[in-house]
């Protein structure tokens, strides 16, 4: 590909001059990409580190998509100020399966080798996993801001997550990585590569890492846990008005990364409105953008409900339980539908509901409007 630029949009390439030294080696590089399964959904934030990997992948070289089914059972404490909580092992798997199935939309899965990490990583004997340790002092570690803060703060750090520089360093070992790319917060993981590759008598791959996207709220990342993302999957209402929701401030980083930059318009809202359409055509298409901005100018601007409304047949006891049924229906955690409720984002009939029990007579033919942008007509039978 004759316009393939590696380094577009990186933040960092290590070490200095490293890279084109890789490419010069006149053949496919190994350019790895890990992921823990924490979470089932690819969101844009994710989606931009895959656009740069297809980059890769159309010039020629060789995509390597580790899904860390083992290191996930641990917890990537990247950018963290506690332990993560540990998923069950059929939830991993679960996720694992549908992060698969989302990654292909971006990437060519015939030119993707998908790998899980417990492939190498659970044979690993307790001598073997002594002589990763032995790659990375614990000095090293403790140089990672976040364990940093964690250690000087006196908050626990356990013995788990020091093991998890080294354990994703190990999947670099194992496929014989010549490039990794990952976010910004990875920094420190994608280096640890570097530092044990050369024990196991490996050229250490080169590193480039790319800004991390700012989610809805334009603070924090875009991330699942903080509740501030678009996920790839999510329908075309949901995907334009979520993105009509971003503050101006993040516009210009937005249209960069998610919308491939150029001009734009002037004025933010027609600039946002015209971000919001590349956005949902590239994932529903046209039709999809046209129908996402239809749905947003009768809802949001004019505050109306949608012309058609899908019925949600009432189930569970009576009275219903709505952060539980709404979990059900809609998707997210019934502690996600109790904020909603407790910040007046659930009507009913365009009434604003408090508590979280209602008997069926009076959500029966009533539309329940969940959020800003989402409409059930709620049916008993």
Do not use: C
Not at 35 to 46: A, E, R
Not at 219 to 241: A, Q, T
Request: proline share 7%; no cysteine.
């Amino acid at each position: 590909m004759s316009d393939f630029v590696p380094t577009r949009h990186a933040v960092h390439v290590l070490p200095e001059g490293g890279l084109d030294a890789k490419l010069k080696l006149g053949r496919p590089l190994r350019v790895k990409l890990g992921i823990d399964p924490t979470s089932p959904d690819v969101h844009l934030g994710f989606a931009v580190v895959l656009d740069r990997l297809r980059e890769w992948q159309d010039a020629g070289h060789t995509v390597v998509l580790i899904v860390g089914d083992y290191t996930a059972r641990i917890g990537d404490p990247s950018g963290r100020s506690a332990e993560r909580p540990v998923l069950a092992d059929d939830e991993l798997d679960t996720n694992a399966q549908r992060f698969r199935e989302q990654v292909v939309r971006v990437l060519d899965p015939e030119h993707t080798e998908f790998r899980f990490n417990g492939e190498w990583l659970a044979p690993l004997t307790f001598a073997e996993t002594v002589r990763l340790t032995r790659t990375l002092t614990v000095a090293r570690l403790l140089e990672r801001d976040d364990f940093a803060k964690r250690f000087a703060a006196g908050e626990p750090i356990s013995l788990s997550e020091l093991l998890y520089p080294p354990m994703q360093a190990y999947d670099s070992v194992a496929i014989e990585a010549d490039v990794e790319i990952g976010g910004t917060d990875q920094l420190y993981n994608l280096l640890a590569g570097r530092d044990v590759m050369p024990h196991y008598g490996l050229e250490p791959q080169v590193v480039v890492t790319y800004p991390l996207l700012v989610g809805l709220d334009g603070v924090e990342k875009m991330s699942k846990s903080r509740d501030n993302y678009i996920g790839i999957n999510e329908p075309p209402e949901e995907m334009f008005g979520k993105t009509m929701s971003i503050p101006d401030e993040a516009l210009p980083q937005w249209w960069e990364l998610v919308a491939g930059g150029g001009e734009h318009p002037a004025d933010p809202m027609e600039w946002k409105l015209e971000l919001a359409r590349r956005i949902t055509a590239r994932w529903h298409g046209e039709d999809g953008a046209r129908a996402g901005e239809e749905h947003f100018t009768r809802v949001v601007r004019r505050h109306e409900a949608p012309e058609a409304v899908e019925e949600a047949r009432l189930d569970g006891p009576d009275p219903l339980h709505l952060p539980a049924f709404l979990a059900a229906t809609l998707g997210e955690s019934t502690s996600h539908w109790r904020r909603t409720i407790d910040q007046g984002g659930v009507k009913l009939d365009g009434r604003a509901l408090s508590g979280y029990d209602h008997p069926w007579s009076e959500l029966d033919g009533a539309v329940l409007q969940a959020g800003k942008r989402r409409f059930v007509r709620l049916v008993a039978s």
